[in-house]
């Protein structure tokens, strides 16, 4: 039996299995926002939402294995001492997968170019270019020079994947912005959030990152139709029977196409075999109030094969964010 006045001083979250372990939940992070704003204590979570929780300093984190070891902490029986922020997993350096760089990238000078001036100006960019031509590849690696992301802008970015449930599994827990590529058959929802229990789509996932929609006209007309005002405002607005939510949803929109529905107009090592009709209707597609939100069109053409043989490798991430942040410095 526990004391009241004592759980008045903690804010406990976790979900529990029948063996009384815990279990990571979702959202620990903006709980422990809440708390210390509220002025609690102290916050008892599982240990993989504590990891996560801890980088609100303000708070002090305390995590537990079980129920049995919260109330020999809450009773006095037992010691525990708050997480060390600065230790925190969720401040690594991007590992394995996620650690791609620039230099990677083969030829596309012009492509390459267009992207860093997007990248220092703030822009939006649409690529156009046949399959192969990198598109892909690029996108992938512009996170890698964006300037890091501050300590805010990072606990805002933790703060929607929590609430997504997608730190729950103890992956995705590096230090950067985020990339997010959804597939064209996405439905509204999924792009814009939503649901039953409102939780945030994809914009809100590449909240201060990178959005990448390949095969951009692929996409229904009314998901491209609804990602226009969440780009005008940063935030998107869910209404639900049971209330509003409003997310954050800042990010840099990067969309690729092919230039014709078989991909390869103008390319001079294949035939492309669309018609007139098919090649408007198929870019009609994308509309027009979208496209205005988009300042930058760049057509990436094919590699040839001695670029991709070409065994030196491209300036790095590193170098190309030095030029970048300076620009953005100034336009803040
Ligand atoms: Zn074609």
């Known amino acids: 039996q526990l004391k009241s006045e004592i759980l008045q001083d903690f804010l406990i979250a976790g979900?529990?299995?029948?063996?009384?372990?815990?279990?990571?939940?979702?959202?620990?992070?903006?709980?422990?926002?809440?708390?210390?704003?509220?002025?609690?204590?102290?916050?008892?979570?599982?240990?993989?939402?504590?990891?996560?929780?801890?980088?609100?300093?303000?708070?002090?984190?305390?995590?537990?294995?079980?129920?049995?070891?919260?109330?020999?902490?809450?009773?006095?029986?037992?010691?525990?001492?708050?997480?060390?922020?600065?230790?925190?997993?969720?401040?690594?350096?991007?590992?394995?997968?996620?650690?791609?760089?620039?230099?990677?990238?083969?030829?596309?000078?012009?492509?390459?170019?267009?992207?860093?001036?997007?990248?220092?100006?703030?822009?939006?960019?649409?690529?156009?270019?046949?399959?192969?031509?990198?598109k892909s590849m690029v996108s992938k690696r512009i996170p890698t020079i964006l300037p890091a992301p501050s300590k805010t802008e990072y606990l805002e970015i933790l703060g929607v994947h929590s609430v997504a449930g997608r730190t729950c599994s103890g992956d995705n827990r590096s230090f950067c912005r985020p990339f997010r590529s959804p597939h064209h058959t996405i439905s509204d929802v999924g792009l814009?959030?939503?649901?039953?229990?409102?939780?945030?789509?994809?914009?809100?996932?590449?909240?201060?990152?990178?959005?990448?929609?390949?095969?951009?006209?692929?996409?229904?007309?009314?998901?491209?139709?609804?990602?226009?005002?969440?780009?005008?405002?940063?935030?998107?607005?869910?209404?639900?029977?049971a209330g509003k939510i409003t997310l954050p949803s800042r990010f840099m929109l990067v969309a690729a196409m092919n230039p014709c529905p078989c991909g390869y107009l103008g390319d001079p090592s294949r035939e492309c075999r669309c018609s007139t009709p098919q090649i408007q209707k198929y870019r009609a597609r994308v509309s027009g109030p979208l496209l205005d939100r988009i300042d930058i069109h760049i057509e990436a053409p094919a590699v040839r094969i001695e670029e991709l043989q070409e065994r030196s490798l491209g300036e790095s991430s590193e170098t190309v964010r030095q030029r970048v942040e300076p620009c953005r410095r100034i336009q803040v």
Do not use: W
């Not at 801890?54 to 708050?82: D, T």
């Not at 998901?223 to 998107?236: H, K």
């Open 192 to 241: 814009l959030g939503g649901g039953v229990i409102p939780g945030p789509g994809e914009i809100s996932l590449a909240h201060n990152g990178v959005l990448f929609l390949d095969e951009l006209p692929e996409f229904k007309r009314s998901a491209l139709e609804v990602l226009r005002q969440p780009l005008e405002d940063g935030q998107v607005t869910i209404s639900r029977s």
């Open 15 to 134: 979900e529990l299995a029948l063996s009384g372990q815990t279990r990571p939940v979702r959202g620990a992070l903006s709980m422990t926002m809440l708390a210390a704003e509220k002025g609690i204590k102290g916050v008892i979570l599982p240990l993989e939402s504590a990891e996560e929780a801890c980088l609100v300093e303000s708070s002090k984190v305390y995590a537990v294995e079980s129920l049995a070891e919260a109330i020999r902490f809450l009773s006095g029986q037992m010691e525990l001492v708050p997480l060390d922020a600065s230790r925190s997993p969720y401040l690594m350096e991007p590992q394995g997968d996620e650690a791609v760089d620039f230099s990677e990238v083969k030829g596309q000078a012009n492509l390459r170019r267009a992207v860093e001036v997007a990248v220092a100006g703030g822009h939006n960019l649409l690529m156009m270019g046949p399959p192969g031509s990198g």
